[in-house]
Nanobody, 119 residues
Framework: QVQLVESGGGLVQPGGSLRLSCAAS????????MGWYRQAPGKERELAAL???????NYEDSVKGRFTISRDNAKSTVYLQMNSLKPEDTAVYYC?????????????WGQGTKVTVSS
């Protein structure tokens, strides 16, 4: 079993910055991709950023150039640095970790951290 603990959400003015963190703990065998998804009010959950174990990174178009995802494999932690935040970035952000054990894929989700961008 893997637990994910997120931190770093909050209220920020447009143009501001926030840094989200997600630490994985528990019976961690082999971690694959780590990512951040977000769900705005009344909308479906969407991918914001994803980083693979190879280091390959994928960003949703609207966050390119503003968000930076990174991971610390030694700490089993993924980060999302969010700069130049816009009101449309307001959402609950969920951490996702893909882990493998004996060839079986497991998806783990954090509890969500709320990000509000407003003046």
């Amino acid at each position: 079993q893997v637990q994910l603990v997120e931190s770093g959400g909050g209220l920020v003015q447009p143009g501001g910055s926030l840094r989200l963190s997600c630490a994985a703990s528990g019976s961690i065998f082999s971690i694959g991709a780590m990512g951040w998804y977000r769900q705005a009010p009344g909308k479906e959950r969407e991918l914001a950023a994803l980083i693979y174990s190879s280091g390959y990174i994928n960003y949703e178009d609207s966050v390119k150039g503003r968000f930076t995802i990174s991971r610390d494999n030694a700490k089993s932690t993924v980060y999302l640095q969010m700069n130049s935040l816009k009101p449309e970035d307001t959402a609950v952000y969920y951490c996702n970790v893909v882990a493998y054990e004996s060839g079986t894929r497991y998806d783990y989700w954090g509890q969500g951290t709320k990000v509000t961008v407003s003046s």
